[in-house]
């Protein structure tokens, strides 16, 4: 749940300065009790079972004379944070969805100006994005999994917005589901003959016989229909700087390149899995 908040009363009246709007990464003073009271709250579920887990995984040494649950309400900064990701990542792994408590922690960071948001899956933390943004991405998922000839790139796309927008981010591992998913969404369309098709043979492919493919977009006579989509999945193809390793060092791709690289590749995936990119009849 997001929405504009409204001005607060003094600032209304112009007799001071409004809150500030920039989220919060970190666990801020307003925010640090009510988080570690819902820890607490959560790990003492299952009779202490949830707590004691998230401890044994989050590698935290429990004293004699305290339990888990009271260990977790500990925490603070990014830890607290890693301990909330991780009981609702133990919550999602045995299938618990739904419950009121897990609707009241979004509440909970919406209302405090948090930098992250539980995912839409209810398995963790995520950074916070625009509803819109991360509805669209989420929508193509959602359709390309009901696309047979798409293959699993949904799941590659599903796997590289946690990747990218999790609490702890990991652009190379993002990137390389970015293509994947690609890949999957496009191999039908462009080469359904080649059983070991990556971006790079396709694009080959693209190269070597244009007039094979079209698009949904019209296109001016004379001009090429396949040449936005060959120079998207160019650009895609190209800035995965961690591919293949050389003798000079791997470059890993930025948190910034995998995370235009996923909404890249949503639109990608929505047009192959859509029918808007096909071979011409």
């Not at 809150?19 to 307003?30: A, G, I, Q, R």
């Not at 998230?54 to 339990?67: G, K, Q, T």
């Not at 948090?114 to 963790?124: L, Q, T």
């Not at 981010?169 to 462009?190: L, W």
Request: charged content about 20%; glycine content about 8%.
């Amino acid at each position: 749940m997001t929405s504009t908040r409204r001005q607060r009363f003094s600032a209304r009246l112009g007799l001071a300065n409004d809150v500030d709007e920039v989220p919060y990464t970190d666990v801020p003073p307003h925010l640090l009790r009510p988080l570690q009271r819902w820890a607490f709250s959560m790990a003492n579920r299952a009779d202490g079972y949830i707590g004691h887990t998230v401890c044994l995984r989050l590698r935290i040494a429990v004293p004699e004379d305290a339990n888990a649950s009271w260990c977790l309400s500990q925490l603070q900064g990014i830890d607290l944070l890693d301990g909330v990701d991780d009981i609702l990542d133990l919550l999602a792994e045995n299938d618990v969805r739904g419950l009121p408590e897990v609707r009241q922690l979004g509440v909970l960071l919406d209302d405090a100006g948090s930098a992250y948001r539980v995912s839409d899956d209810e398995g963790g933390l995520e950074t916070r994005v625009s509803a819109e943004v991360r509805d669209a991405v989420l929508q193509t998922v959602s359709d390309a999994a009901a696309v047979p000839s798409a293959g699993s790139a949904a799941d590659h796309l599903a796997t590289s917005w946690k990747a990218a927008y999790g609490l702890h981010p990991d652009p190379v591992r993002a990137y390389s589901e970015v293509i994947k998913a690609v890949e999957s969404a496009s191999h039908a369309v462009i080469q359904p003959s080649h059983a070991r098709a990556t971006l790079g043979t396709m694009l080959g492919e693209i190269g070597n016989a244009r007039v094979k493919f079209t698009t949904a977009i019209s296109t001016p006579a004379g001009k090429d229909p396949i040449a936005p989509v060959e120079a998207m999945m160019r650009a895609l193809w190209d800035g995965q700087t961690s591919r293949h390793g050389k003798q000079t060092g791997t470059v890993p791709e930025t948190l910034e390149a995998a995370r235009a690289g996923v909404h890249l590749a949503a639109t990608l995936v929505q047009w192959f899995g859509s029918g808007a990119v096909a071979r011409t009849p």
